[in-house]
């Protein structure tokens, strides 16, 4: 088994999601705010990319942004035009904050996969910076536009799990754990667990993956279930709200058929530019079987 923040943050909000989006394989959906976020990580990966310590000049780094932008998910081309404009400016704010005392971090986007015995820990660390103290932190952006409470910081896998990870893979332990929020600016930073700290968090993980190795995948219905891909599948999702959950999950039916069929219109499209006839009525349906 092979888990990773994202997987366990999913099974520990809802089993139900989480079997559907890594054991039947069914993607999530695209947002505005999925591409948005995948843009700005890609725009900050390029940015701290360099050979030497010198950055490039924020009129590149706006063009780079552009060049990466991924269109998935908007409902059309003003609702992108607004996402972009607005994270041309995060960029601008952070470029801004950051440029002063850039240097080269020591890791950028770096993989990991660690063996826990029954499973495996895979993850991304999106940086990691060397201070002239000799010190070192791990700096995981975040696309969030709302401040998280200092409680759910609190009991976040997140940095935990990088921190294992740098134990693991460099020998190295960290002296700040930081979550960068870009959209307000905002870092918040914490200091290593302590081995009790540690333990706890490896007797969590080891817990959740129990339970999907044992197979429970209930459905928990929770305050994100107007958000979450899987509602129109899930036998859960509108269950006692009468009319209104009738037509939400309508809605969500409707949705995804538009979405399947703009797929299929790309699809025979992309076909026809290969010279492929897309198949029709009369075509090898009949005989397959
Ligand atoms: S709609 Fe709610 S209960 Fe159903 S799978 Fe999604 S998160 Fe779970």
Not at 149 to 176: F, H, M, N
């Amino acid at each position: 088994m092979r888990l990773s923040y994202t997987a366990i943050s999913a099974y520990e909000r809802c089993p139900l999601s989480y079997r559907y989006r890594y054991i039947d394989g069914i993607e999530e959906e695209p947002s505005p705010h999925l591409s948005f976020g995948r843009s700005l990580h890609a725009a900050l990966e390029w940015l701290y990319r360099r050979d030497v310590p010198v950055p490039p000049t924020l009129d590149e780094l706006l063009e780079y942004l552009v060049s990466c932008w991924s269109s998935e998910g908007f409902a059309d081309q003003e609702e992108e035009e607004a996402f972009l404009e607005h994270a041309r400016e995060v960029l601008s704010c952070f470029y801004h904050v950051n440029m002063a005392d850039f240097r080269l971090p020591v890791a950028l986007e770096e993989r990991f996969e660690l063996d826990m015995g029954d499973y495996a820990l895979s993850g991304v660390i999106d940086r990691m910076d060397r201070h002239s103290d000799g010190r070192y932190e791990i700096i995981d952006y975040k696309t969030n536009r709302r401040l998280p409470e200092l409680s759910r910081l609190r009991e976040d896998l997140q940095l935990p799990i990088y921190q294992l990870a740098c134990r693991e893979v460099w020998g190295i332990t960290p002296s700040k754990l930081t979550f960068y929020y870009l959209l307000p600016n905002q870092r918040f930073s914490t200091r290593p667990l302590d081995g009790e700290g540690i333990a706890r968090v490896r007797e969590r993980i080891d817990r959740v993956a129990a339970l999907i190795s044992h197979g429970h995948f209930s459905p928990t219905p929770n305050r994100l279930c107007p958000w979450c891909s899987y509602r129109d599948i899930c036998p859960e999702f509108g269950r006692d709200d009468g009319v209104e959950g009738y037509r939400s999950r309508l809605r969500a039916l409707l949705r995804r058929r538009e979405r399947l069929s703009e797929l299929i219109s790309e699809l025979e499209a992309e076909m026809t530019s290969l010279g492929i006839a897309p198949e029709g009525d009369d075509g090898e349906r009949d005989g397959a079987g």
